[in-house]
């Protein structure tokens, strides 16, 4: 028998901001931000992440970059590690704004230092 649902982050309260890092290229002289707020709605809590992009670069930015225009979040480092060994699936339940958007989810194997799978959304 497989092991119920289990939620690794459901936004259901404000606590849930705190698990994550929220970035964009303002920290190399860009002009784009990045909020994630906790609203209630009909169906319950929800995340809402949200990002305004700038192409622009502010005058005497210490970095030399060419180019900006970007913005995202990622989840803080855990303490230890998620153990999902019982688990064969990961599911996300993402509403977007009909653009398309890149999600990556990141994990360690015993068979390699590190992975990633990267899905546009």
Known sequence: MPPSERYIFNFNSKEELKKWHLYSDSEY????????EIT????????IFSGNLSLDLSEGSKWNIS???FCGMRSKKFDGFIDLDSYDTIAMKLKGDGRCYISTVSFLSPFTENEMEETRV
């Open 29 to 36: 002289g860009g002009l784009s931000s990045a909020s994630l």
């Open 40 to 47: 209630e709605s009909g169906n319950g809590m929800n995340g």
């Open 67 to 69: 180019r900006s225009g």
